[in-house]
């Protein structure tokens, strides 16, 4: 638990107005909306320490999302200027034109997206519109990736979807800490504890994972898992996953 949760969230504010301060004087925060407690908590920091005026929230339901409203709700209640872009029409091209390729057919063996293509595929196509959006705005804008320390140690995020952005003022802070940010910035209880899910695979987080967030944030914390099988899944995600969070290597060419 975080010691002092409104220090925590004051020095973030600072981090923050430091980040734009360095890298981007006049550049708007732009970030996804997706209704759930990590976008609902970054984009309520992002007001705190730019002010509603240099915040754009953009939601990007692919189709019908049942939970958009949840979305809608959150920039109303945070009164920041928001935009929608449906990436429906963007992703059924994707769809058609891979599934349409003949010889990827031939290599692959696959006459439809793999299920894994077919979860990770909207979120890069998010990221796609977020950093073309940014660079449409006059002064242009900075990605806030919203992803947090639990999701990343087990890999719960996408690589080059919403894995990626400009900065990450959430990344080190453990799922139980970012509930505490959302009880502090008084954001509503219904988005702060909303039962977490990708909105992608129908199965919350915790479902798909195998395990409890509280379990995960307790054996991150202190290396103690009561269940070994559980401790061997978090090791065995985490493992697979660190390709993740490193910087992408480069051959070094000694001159």
């Not at 504010?13 to 925060?29: Q, V």
């Not at 299920?115 to 959006?133: E, G």
């Amino acid at each position: 638990m975080l010691k002092n949760p409104e220090q925590t969230k004051k020095e973030i504010i600072l981090w923050i107005r430091n980040y734009f301060k360095e890298n981007g004087p006049e550049c708007t925060a732009v970030i996804g909306i997706s209704g759930g407690k990590d976008s609902s908590v970054a984009a309520a920091l992002m007001k705190e320490a730019l002010g509603k005026e240099r915040v754009l929230g953009v939601l990007m339901p692919n189709g019908i999302q049942k939970d958009i409203e949840d979305s809608r709700s959150l920039v109303r209640t945070l009164d920041i200027p928001y935009i929608e872009c449906n990436i429906n029409e963007a992703f059924l091209g994707m769809q058609h034109m891979l599934e349409s390729n003949d010889k990827l057919k031939e290599i692959t063996h696959l006459d439809t997206l793999s299920d894994d293509t077919r979860i990770n595929l909207p979120p890069r196509l998010r990221m796609t519109t977020l950093y073309a959006v940014a660079q449409m705005l006059p002064h242009g804008g900075r990605i806030v990736n919203t992803c947090n320390r639990s999701e990343d140690y087990v890999g719960y995020s996408t690589k080059y979807g919403d894995a990626a952005g400009d900065f990450s003022p959430l990344s080190n802070l453990l799922v139980h800490e970012v509930l505490q940010l959302g009880e502090i910035l008084r954001l509503p209880d219904y988005l702060v504890h909303k039962v977490p899910s990708d909105g992608l695979s129908n199965q919350s987080d915790e479902d798909k994972l195998g395990f409890t967030y509280q379990t995960l944030d307790h054996y991150i914390l202190t290396g103690e898992c009561e269940d070994e099988q559980t401790k061997k899944r978090i090791d065995h995600l985490h493992t697979i996953n660190l390709h993740k969070l490193k910087l992408m290597p480069s051959f070094k060419l000694n001159r």
